[in-house]
């Protein structure tokens, strides 16, 4: 198991075109295959589905494959995602990135989703792309 979640973890095929650089993106699923979710305006209120736990599969050149398979961790308890910069505060709600796909951000964009609650140091200044601690326990996805 990972430790980016606490979660059984499970594997999906991406969709046509989709890649996972790496873990802690958030992903959403259709029609049975995943994509990453959010990254922009009309994104922001997808449903979350899953967590990536690591990059998704790479051809014997090792580069990414489109529409390979990704391991993911599904949702429930703390786990680890890919945040947006800001500053985040121990307890707060963190929103699906209406800016960066695959990403958490502090601040709610208009119809933005809900991801989850963060529980990591209060007042952290997150570098974009850090990963940062999310319980998504009651969040609703």
Known sequence: ?????????????????QTVA????????????LTVAGGSASADADTPFAVS???????????????GTVTYCP????????????????????????????HVDATQASGATAVGMYV???AKVVVAGELVPVNTNNSGW
């Open 1 to 17: 198991m990972s430790n980016i979640g606490n979660s059984d973890t499970r594997t999906g095929t991406l969709a046509s075109g």
């Open 53 to 67: 736990l690591d990059e998704s599969s790479r051809d014997v050149d090792g580069a990414l494959i489109a529409a």
């Open 75 to 102: 949702s429930g308890g703390v786990i680890w995602m890919r945040a947006d910069a800001g500053t985040y505060n121990l307890g707060a709600t963190v929103y699906l990135s209406d800016s960066t796909a695959g």
């Open 120 to 122: 990591g140091d209060h």
């Open 22 to 33: 790496s873990s802690g993106y958030i992903l959403k699923v259709a029609s049975g295959v």
